[in-house]
């Protein structure tokens, strides 16, 4: 039963205090939009004179550009090398998700289902080299990857580097969501005569699709977004990526901020198609109805 | 078609040993129940004949041949899991298919297989579902249709019934049994329910912490118990144990409460035995009312009512007969009330004895 309606407490604080924190976290973006849409490169849209009136000063804190021009992106792509940065971006992102999500599965589906010497001792390493942080790796990475193996500023360095970090992550996950597959299935396919490959790729990968869509998901963003790595190993201008570019438009002597506003809006685009085209695969429950419900 | 021989079976894990040596011949066509407690090792035998677990030592055959190393899928075998393992992503056509597929079985003769399975199964309409459009007992029935399409040798259940409701079970009981007479495929059927060994098996195994206690028809079973175990796990109300001793020199066996003369077929091993510790069995529907007529030598005792279970077509009766509490299956229409006596008649040719140290059946 539901309770009588004016005994329910009003409903309106909570959507003004709702309200005010979807502004708070909207406001900066609001502000890069506006910015990539002023056609400038100032931060600033309006002018404030030092003895500004009320209006005026309200004015320069609300996120709308004096006039709305497409021609930062424009030029971004006409003028500036960013189309080049960004296909760099999607190579290196692309194959470590591949790598990746590859190899995640299948070390995962290993650490999950067999008894092997090491394995306590493989997932225990996996999660120690989470709790150092990657600028601590700098160094060291610089050294086997620029001096030893003169990978310096090609694709497959970063890609290695890249999955490396995030296959630790993505076989915790997936081992995780392995863990919950019940024995029986196989056990089931093994009898019914399927062999080891054909019970990984026609049960196993089919039921962990919401686990390998995370997978992916995380691979592609820790090759897409990563700046610190990417800048260090990547020091032929052709080879940027995305992030390290735009850098370059607010780095040293240029101040371009319209450039930067309107990459980091192109940059967020392939991220957040890849959320909505995976969201479907990232319900759960898919396992239901293989025992007894 | 095939017999399926264990022959000194031994599995360990690790230190644990959970069963020591099992000897078992299980012949052609035959419906094989194993029963037995939780935790007895039921299971484990049958995924050692599925290949599933590792066998420790001894030998399995299958239709003659020695499967010890043989890989689950060369055994020519199908199972049905408890949990029914239906593979989720796939619709209950292809869940009846992919054992036939993996075989590379032609296509016609899949199709033509699967229907008849299928229609067998009363699953004909369920074909485009998944496993969770599915009920209980729709899951159920393609969990055997998946074993039945191969047309293996030989059948494994492993307690295929337990997620079924009651009356559901009785039905899938039924089934089954009807199936494999038609089919005549061997089948190893493990459960811990005995109704469903008694019904169902034409020869029961039962188990105890992995050990064989007595193999036989379900009558044989229930009729002669090999020992105080599977006297008392066949058979509900479980058997009455009573202890006793033999007096006049093994003519007779006294309990607290009452004495009455040896039953016929233990006289051999009673004779002479004059104060030896025996314990008396006595099923619950051998005792009956002083007031109803029966056939047969009888021994008269009182027992005072102290509890009592009306089921409709029978009424249960635990009466205390001198120290014993002796449970009776009496008349519905003449239920007696707690705190009364009343007189019963113990059959005395169905009367069990049992050696009371070795807990054996007497003169086995
Ligand atoms: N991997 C294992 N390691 C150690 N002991 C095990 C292992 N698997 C099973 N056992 C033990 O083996 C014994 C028999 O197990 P099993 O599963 O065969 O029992 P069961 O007769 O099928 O019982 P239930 O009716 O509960 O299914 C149990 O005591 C169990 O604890
Ligand atoms: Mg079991």
Not at chain 1, 2 to 16: D, F, K, Q, T, Y
Not at chain 2, 268 to 283: P, T, W, Y
Request: include cysteine; hydrophobic fraction near 45%.
């Amino acid at each position: 039963m539901r309770p009588n309606r004016s005994e329910e407490p009003a409903h309106w604080p909570l959507h003004i205090f709702v309200l005010l924190m979807v502004l708070i976290t909207v406001y900066p973006i609001l502000w890069v939009v506006t910015i990539a849409f002023s056609g400038g490169q100032s931060l600033a849209i309006t002018n404030v004179p030092a003895n500004a009136t009320f209006g005026e000063r309200l004015r320069a804190i609300v996120p709308w550009p004096a006039h709305v021009s497409a021609t930062n992106f424009v030029s971004l792509f006409r003028d500036q090398p960013f189309a080049r940065w960004l296909l760099n971006s999607v190579v290196v992102a692309g194959m470590t998700t591949i790598l990746g999500v590859a190899l995640a599965c299948t070390a995962a589906y290993a650490f999950s289902r067999f008894r092997f010497p090491g394995r306590r001792v493989g997932l225990m390493a996996f999660l120690v080299s989470q709790m150092f942080p990657g600028t601590l790796m700098l160094i060291p990475l610089f050294i086997i990857l620029v001096q030893w193996l003169k990978l310096g500023s090609t694709f497959t360095g970063l890609v290695l580097i890249y999955t490396v970090t995030a296959i630790p992550f993505c076989v915790w996950m997936m081992k995780g969501y392995f863990d919950t597959i019940p024995k029986e299935l196989e056990e089931s396919a093994l009898i019914d005569g399927a062999s080891q490959a054909t019970i990984f790729f026609r049960i196993i990968l089919p039921l962990a699709k919401p686990a390998v869509a995370v997978t992916a998901l995380f691979s592609f963003m820790t090759g897409w977004n990563e700046f610190i790595q990417a800048a260090t190993f990547m020091n032929r201008e052709d080879m940027y990526t995305g992030p390290v570019g735009l850098r370059f438009f607010v780095g040293g002597f240029s101040q371009q901020w319209g450039y930067f506003a309107a990459g980091s809006i192109v940059a967020a685009i392939p991220v957040m198609a890849l959320f909505l085209f995976l969201q479907k695969y990232l319900v759960s429950g898919l396992t239901a109805g293989a025992v007894k419900g | 078609m095939a017999d399926v021989i264990l022959e000194g079976i031994k599995k360990s894990y690790g230190a644990v040993t959970v069963i020591e040596h099992l000897d078992l011949d299980i012949r052609d066509q035959e419906f094989m129940v194993l029963v037995g407690p939780s935790g007895c090792g039921k299971s484990t035998a049958l995924r050692m004949i599925a290949g599933l677990e590792e066998i420790t030592g001894g030998t399995l055959s299958i239709g003659g041949r020695v499967v010890n190393d043989v890989p689950p899928k060369d055994r020519d075998i199908a199972m049905v899991f408890q949990s029914y393992a239906l593979y989720p992503h796939m619709t209950v056509r292809e869940n009846l298919e992919f054992g036939l597929k993996i075989r590379q079985t032609p296509r016609a003769e899949m199709d033509r297989r699967v229907r008849e399975a299928a229609e067998i199964l009363g699953i004909a309409e369920l074909l485009a579902r998944k496993p969770k459009q599915l009920s209980g007992g729709q899951r159920q029935r393609v969990a055997v249709g998946r074993a039945i399409v191969r047309k293996p040798s030989v059948f494994l259940f492993d307690e295929p019934l337990s997620n079924l409701d009651a009356k559901l079970r009785v039905q899938m009981r039924a089934e089954i049994s009807k199936l494999q007479k038609t089919l005549k495929t061997t089948t190893v059927y493990v459960t811990h329910d005995q109704i469903e060994a008694m019904t169902m098996g034409h020869r029961i195994a039962v188990m105890r912490s992995g050990q064989l206690q007595q193999v036989g028809t379900p009558l044989e079973v229930y009729e002669q118990p090999a020992n105080l175990f599977v006297a008392s796990f066949i058979g509900t109300p479980p058997m009455n144990f009573v202890p006793a001793t033999f007096t006049d020199g093994g003519a007779t066996v006294t309990a607290s409460g009452f004495k009455m003369p040896v039953p016929e077929p233990f006289r051999a091993a009673s004779a002479g035995r004059d104060g030896a510790k025996v314990v008396l069995g006595i099923r619950p529907e051998n005792v009956r009312e002083a007031s109803r007529e029966g056939g047969g030598e009888t021994v008269r005792v009182t027992a005072k009512v102290e509890f009592v279970e009306p089921l409709g077509h029978e009424v249960i009766v635990h009466g205390r007969v001198g120290d014993e509490l002796i449970v009776a299956k009496v008349d519905p229409h003449r239920s007696p009330r707690i705190g009364s006596t009343i007189d019963l008649m113990i059959e005395v040719g169905a009367a069990h004895l049992f050696d009371a140290a070795t807990e054996k059946r007497l003169g086995s």
